[in-house]
């Protein structure tokens, strides 16, 4: 059974960090290509990194380097290190995955597994 738990959610002030991690089960994350994607109230959702299985990673544009997202293999575990951020990045964090091989993609039909969430609050 695929199982995304995501943690590392929380209040932070403006130009600070955080660091989510994304528990999986049910599959090896090297196995899939996997994304984080956010939504903050009355908005979409959107993609904001993608990771594919060679490694190869995307970013959505609006984020101007301050993410990085990762892979940790051996703990079965997708990361997403949040440096700098800004009151625009309050959202709820999702982690999902593709349930098959693909060039990164923020495309959201792409991800068929998806966690329940973890909320990021960054205040001024």
């Known amino acids: 059974q695929v199982q995304l738990v995501e943690s590392g959610g929380g209040s932070v002030q403006a130009g600070g960090s955080l660091r989510l991690s994304c528990a999986v089960s049910g599959f090896g994350t090297r196995d899939y290509t996997m994304a984080w994607f956010r939504q903050a109230p009355e908005n979409e959702r959107e993609g904001v990194a993608s990771l594919d299985v060679d490694g190869r990673a995307m970013y959505v544009d609006s984020l101007e380097g301050r993410f990085t997202i990762s892979r940790d293999n051996a703990k079965n575990t997708l990361d997403l290190q949040m440096n700098s951020l800004k009151p625009e990045d309050t959202a709820m964090y999702y982690c999902?995955?593709?349930?098959?091989?693909?060039?990164?993609?923020?495309?959201?039909?792409?991800?068929?597994?998806w966690g329940q969430g973890t909320q990021v609050t960054v205040f001024s």
């Open positions: 999902a995955a593709a349930g098959g091989h693909y060039y990164p993609t923020l495309s959201e039909t792409t991800y068929h597994y």
